[in-house]
């Protein structure tokens, strides 16, 4: 398929999806984040990894913050990404009270650097990947900055996507460059994409 046609489909699939979120009434959105969240703590992923790369969700995203809280109280060291600049790079730092976060790129909370210690280990630990849409193989449709897309691509550890059943897709397009994460978790099912697929 020509590269032009994968960029119009994607394209067309982010609105589609960005559309269904926003129109998802704040109260139900609520509920499902809570249930998406719950169902990432209660994982085995979570429950042993040691260090988490998480991410401060924008409104459209599912909501991250027990996610985060969870971390810190657990005792397990959690890494916030910071862009570095607007061509996809970012770096992570250790965060010990999210009241180390200030407000960063796209008016996203962002570690501040001054306060928070950079971590440059990415041979293990999970990592929260964000995303519009996921597949059953674990590919993702994100927000086309390519942030993540980089990101995977030098991370040795698991990697978890949080996606609304209702924003789940068989397949996706995907690239050369494209990594599937490990797991994609909804609030009706996990789905590891070593075909281990189980329903809550």
Not at 49 to 76: M, N, Q, R, Y
Not at 173 to 194: C, H, L, M, Q, W
Request: with cysteine.
């Amino acid at each position: 398929m020509p590269v032009k046609n994968v960029r119009e489909l994607k394209s067309q699939l982010r609105a589609k999806y960005k559309k269904i979120r926003k129109n998802c009434p704040p109260e139900k959105k609520q509920q499902l984040d809570l249930a998406l969240q719950n169902a990432f703590l209660a994982s085995e992923e979570y429950k042993s990894c040691d260090v988490l790369f998480a991410f401060v969700s924008s409104p459209i995203e599912v909501d991250t913050s027990l996610i985060l809280e969870t971390t810190l109280k657990d005792g397990k060291k959690l890494a916030l990404p910071r862009c570095r600049n607007n061509f996809g790079e970012m770096d992570f730092y250790l965060v010990t009270s999210l009241s180390q976060l200030e407000k960063g790129a796209f008016s996203i909370m962002e570690p501040n650097p001054e306060v928070c210690e950079k971590y440059e280990d990415f041979s293990h630990g999970l990592c929260l990947v964000p995303g519009l849409c996921f597949d059953m193989q674990g590919f993702r449709l994100g927000f086309g900055k390519g942030y993540y897309d980089r990101f995977l691509q030098s991370f040795s550890g698991t990697s978890v996507g949080l996606c609304y059943s209702k924003c789940m897709e068989h397949t996706l397009p995907s690239g050369v460059f494209d990594r599937p994460v490990d797991a994609v978790i909804t609030e009706k099912y996990t789905n590891r994409t070593n075909n281990e697929f189980v329903k809550e």
